[in-house]
């Protein structure tokens, strides 16, 4: 018997059907014997009902009075869930944030949850009852409603899992696991049975977006298992785990992720003395702009060039900004580009295995891929190319490391 | 400077446009000095779209899931107000019924409070914050979320009003005040500057459906003054208190209140023996049908006929019932006719006036209104008519008790 809990997004629970779906999924496994905690956002649609309300009357609207009106989405499901089950002759109780309760900081609208009391929820499941519990929302010590922010649900589920020592939280999504790369880019992706925390956090900030980076974290840092499956359809999905043994045996890069929202900005003919980077970052990160890869060359002549990217909405604001540093400091030229793309080789296997990077730089040589920028973390390689070549380089990269599927009969 | 409940009904706040003109009117009141606590009811629609989606899962929605899921109606209200205030530099604060807390007993869908916390409130008011309150919703001792039934609303206002002491419990409403009677029949009828709560209690029983009659109880019962007005017009409104006194030098008669749901049944011919207004009420009441006036003539030849009335939903089944006791005790015949209105005239004024009766009887002979059945209580006299004498009576009562508007001037 084993203690899952389970979290259904807002597209899973979207129409009453899809709900009376996951009660039919919830009740297989509640009759298989394990003890089962859901965990549910607001139907599609609905929080961006809510907030639209909201800004009619206040076009910033107060966060505490956001959280006390956005957090009856995440209500009503647990309600209509609950139902669900009741119909279906499973025992069953629903609790809000609040109930639960699910303690969190005060921060409205993004708070942290501190701490969680699962007397309740153990007590019911002792009972053979499923829990349903309101994903996204808390109460903080005052007793005011809070709710965690955008894609909360999945903390709650991963916060629920670690409090109550659950043996597996799953996450039921629209795709059916964690593919080595996007299938729609190379046809031959493959699911992977299992991926590490730390793969799947590069996959995730990369662009693969199956789940919330915070709820990643929090599931690594507590080591609670974390699987991701289809809400309808069946299959063992994809296991998240801590687990770096079993995953040696599998191949050492696991997937090949990638991101087209990046601009990169370059100065160039900058007077290499120190503090530069600083004067030349300052300006960009005081105008709440994010950085992500930075390089800077070896100097020659006394000067240097220096180069990173950020979001490409943030392009035009950077590139001004650093136009302006430029001269001030008295460097040659400050210059973008927009049509790059970055592409990552992600998997644990390289920390133990030389010549990974090389062998990266090797597969796009031989497509004539240029590289621009570089760059490294123990278990993941970036480079940024121009923006054309980019599927042209995840499947070279996908074949060469060995992760296309295996060819299928004609069908 | 006075202590204010103002309650707010799903229509004043239907859309985002009527709950900034609730704002508005909020802040003037707020700004004359007073302390405010609003109260309001979910957006006219909502309840019935949520409770229109349970029903959907289930045919008979689990009572405590529905409390859960049709909560939250008020709860989005709440937010919404709150923030139209903020936006109109009032300080303001939104509570559930269970962050109040409203403590009530655990009968879902038709909970009774059982106490309030006015605690955190009275802190809020202290600092010059209005406080809105969630209608209609409370939580019992476990901390399950409960609904007062239809109408609550107006019972937490008058709750809130009752424990906090306030001056005064303003119920804003689609009319702008308690009418002599309907100025639908009547265009004469004059709104009420004052009206007791027991006259009040009997013009809501017989159709004056301004008010829920559980919160004029309540009102009564705990002496707060409760004043209807109309959400989006200006004007005083009426008011309703224990005050005799003042009503006394009002006419003897406040209003007339009618009442076309009922059905008239009569046994004819039943054998005059002890009990046997038991023999035929009881096999009625045991069918959980409600039983309004009851008349039972002198016997003469040892017999009598027993008439009463039940509500038109129920002559059906009453009917059936009867003419099945009609043969058990030898009764002669057991009739009914639907075809039938009630109409009242009331007035704690007719405590200390003789005649009131004959009056009244007197202006409907003059009619040449034959009166089938008559009723009367302290503050009451009911009579059964034909239906189709219904407005004639009304009008020529309305005139005899001088409760006519004063001509106006041609407009």
């Known amino acids: ?30 009759e298989a014997g394990d003890q089962i905690v859901v965990v549910v956002s607001a139907m599609s649609g609905e929080t961006n009902r809510l907030i639209g309300l909201a800004k009619q009357i206040m076009e910033q609207p107060d966060p505490r009075e956001l959280d006390v009106m956005v957090s009856t ?34 921060a409205h609208t993004k708070a942290r949850i501190q701490q969680i009391d699962d007397a309740r929820i153990r007590a019911d499941l002792k009972a053979r009852k ?23 649900s999945d903390t709650t589920g991963v916060a629920l ?8 939280c799953q996450i039921y999504t629209d795709v059916d696991g964690v593919y080595t790369t996007d299938p729609r880019v190379v046809p031959q992706a493959q699911r992977l049975d299992k991926i590490t925390f730390e793969e799947m956090l590069e ?31 069946e299959g063992p999905g994809t296991l998240i785990t801590l687990d770096e043994e079993e995953s040696m045996e599998q191949p050492i890069i696991s997937g090949i992720a990638f991101n087209r929202d990046e601009a990169k900005l370059t100065i160039r003919g900058v007077p290499d003395t120190p503090g530069v980077a600083f004067k030349i970052l300052g300006p960009i990160s005081a105008a709440n702009i994010e950085v992500d890869m930075i390089v800077q060359n070896v100097a020659h002549d006394n000067t240097t060039d220096f180069t990173f990217t950020v979001h490409r909405n943030d392009y035009q604001a950077a590139l001004e900004i650093l136009k302006r540093t430029g001269v001030e400091i008295g460097a ?15 998997g644990v296997g390289m920390r133990s295995h030389a010549g990974v990077a090389s062998q990266m730089f090797e597969a796009l040589a031989k497509e004539s891929i240029n590289i621009q920028m570089i760059s490294t973390s123990e278990i993941k390689v970036s480079v940024v190319i121009e923006e054309k070549y980019l599927e042209l380089a995840v499947r070279a990269l996908h074949t060469a490391f060995e992760l296309d599927a295996p060819a299928r009969g004609a069908e």
Chains 1, 2 share one sequence.
């Open 203 to 233: 996959m995730a900030s990369l662009g693969s977006k199956v789940l919330q980076i915070r709820s990643v974290e929090f599931a690594g840092k507590y080591n609670v298992p974390l699987r991701v499956l289809h809400s309808f359809q």
């Open 73 to 106: 989405g995440e209500q009503v499901t647990i309600g209509l869930l609950t139902m669900a089950l009741l119909k279906r002759g499973v025992q069953a109780v629903s609790y809000t944030g609040s109930q639960v309760r699910i303690l969190t900081d005060s």
């Open 161 to 168: 899992a670690a409090a109550l020592k659950a043996d597996e």
């Open 332 to 346: 040659r030229e400050s210059v973008g580009d927009t049509k790059i793309a970055k592409v990552s080789i992600v």
């Open 130 to 152: 499923v829990v349903v519990v309101a994903g996204f929302q808390g109460v903080d010590e005052q007793g005011n409603i809070t709710t965690l922010g955008r894609g909360g």
């Open 1 to 30: 018997m084993a203690l899952i809990v389970q979290k259904f997004g807002g597209t899973s629970v979207g129409t009453v059907e899809r709900i009376e779906q996951v009660a039919d999924k919830v009740k297989r496994f509640h």
